[in-house]
């Protein structure tokens, strides 16, 4: 875990000036040492660019507390792939801050599978219902309908229940369950899909 201190995040909103060739070189510079594992270049990083990342990352979320968590995120992330850094990818702040913007948008987009996926069976769920289950009913089988989920998530084989956990409950893009798990990209998708059916056969069964 980094150890980050958020009094000295300096949140403006502000959009910086455009750096100079010098400021540039400097973080460029900087770059490579956190890449190297300098924890004390890694703090002037995070001193240096944390505004910058959260007004970023708050523009596409206007959430705070999934804001902070984005950020925590990205930090680790510049942490671990400071060394992959190349100039020919843009300048660093520019590369930093489409890293930030990425992070949050995959954030929404995690968001809305798992809210896909919870009226998918909701919708099932209900529609499978005598028509004589009163209003009373139908009430406690929504409440009931997460449980139900993730109960029917332990009859998927453990690759599947895997997959489907990191990326509804866990809110991770196929792309980084792939790198997570070290398995191609189309491997982890067809999983998910595989896995997704397989719940929706359990829950039409139990209901």
Do not use: C
Request: hydrophobic share 40%; glycine share 4%; net charge neutral.
């Amino acid at each position: 875990m980094i150890a980050t201190n958020r009094r000295t995040r300096n949140t403006t909103s502000a959009a910086p000036a455009a750096p100079t060739a010098e400021e540039v070189d400097a973080d460029m510079a900087l770059l490579q040492r956190i890449g190297q594992r300098d924890v004390a270049a890694f703090q002037f990083f995070y001193k240096k660019f944390s505004g910058l990342l959260y007004s970023t990352i708050h523009r596409v979320l206007n959430d705070h507390q999934d804001t902070e968590d984005i950020m925590q995120e990205v930090l680790v992330q510049i942490w671990q792939k400071a060394h992959l850094y190349e100039p020919t990818k843009g300048k660093p702040l520019t590369w930093v801050t489409t890293m930030a913007r990425n992070r949050a948008i995959d954030r929404i987009r995690a968001k809305q599978r798992r809210s896909r996926l919870n009226d998918d069976f909701e919708s099932e769920s209900r529609t499978a219902q005598p028509e004589f289950v009163d209003d009373t009913s139908d009430v406690l089988i929504a409440k009931e309908s997460d449980a139900a989920v993730q109960s029917a998530v332990l009859e998927l084989t453990p690759e599947q229940r895997e997959a489907i956990q990191m990326a509804y409950f866990g809110g991770l893009t196929q792309s980084e369950i792939a790198e997570r798990l070290n398995e191609p990209l189309g491997t982890v998708k067809a999983r998910i899909r595989r896995g997704v059916q397989r719940l929706e056969q359990v829950i039409k069964r139990r209901i």
